[in-house]
């Protein structure tokens, strides 16, 4: 069953192609009218914008905060009586260096605060950042997603191995619309997102 969406469809394998289709449509479309740019980095309005941009053709809930819990196989994300403390918390974290801006992330993707496309969201959100506060981005063609995929699932519990990974990717070509690309190619991320109620918890 696909999640309840604008577009009428009820096959989840066509919503993901759509989802994808538009969702990167979207983001070339925030990287050439500047509007990312325009964003304040590293807040988590500007993630909510982010995300509202991206999918508000898609989902009603584009640009707000889920409603449900969500786990990914054994991982659950921040509990939903908790979300708003976790976001404000992570308004508050410094970024002034890349481990602090990494660190900042790990808590975002902890927090998972949308029902759907935290993935891509989180990581426009994610480069936005470096390129403000240290003139940087990732080159996620120099990710291996595997590695990626298993370090994220770690880091809540020990970050060095996400840090090591995306440290190895930096480049400073913050303006190249190629490489800010390559951080919404679909290959890169499987949401797969299972809802559970509280007294699960």
């Given at each position: 069953?696909?999640?309840e ?6 096959s ?9 289709r ?5 983001a ?16 988590v ?26 786990a990914?196989?054994?991982?659950r994300?921040?509990p939903l009586?908790?979300?708003q403390?976790a976001?404000e ?34 990581r ?16 996620w ?6 590695d990626y995929l298993?370090a ?36 890169y ?8 109620k509280?007294?699960?918890?």
């Amino acid at each position: 069953m696909a999640l309840e969406n604008n577009l009428g469809l009820t096959s989840s394998a066509d919503l993901a192609r759509e989802e994808e289709r538009i969702s990167k449509k979207k983001a070339f479309e925030l990287f050439d009218t500047g509007m990312r740019d325009r964003l304040e980095a590293g807040t988590v309005a500007s993630l909510l914008a982010i995300h509202k941009y991206l999918f508000e053709d898609i989902y009603d809930f584009a640009g707000e905060l889920r409603t449900v819990n969500i786990a990914k196989g054994n991982f659950r994300f921040a509990p939903l009586i908790y979300l708003q403390a976790a976001l404000e918390n992570i308004d508050k974290m410094p970024q002034s260096n890349f481990d602090e801006i990494v660190e900042k992330y790990v808590e975002m993707n902890i927090a998972h605060p949308f029902r759907e496309g935290n993935g891509r969201s989180t990581r426009i959100w994610l480069d936005h950042i470096l390129k403000n506060k240290i003139g940087r981005v990732v080159d996620w063609s120099k990710v291996d997603k595997e590695d990626y995929l298993l370090a994220m699932e770690r880091s809540p519990i020990k970050d060095v191995e996400i840090k090591v990974l995306l440290k190895g990717a930096l480049t400073d070509e913050i303006n190249s619309r190629e490489v800010y690309m390559k951080g919404i190619d679909h290959s890169y991320y499987y949401e797969g997102y299972t809802t559970f109620k509280t007294e699960e918890l």
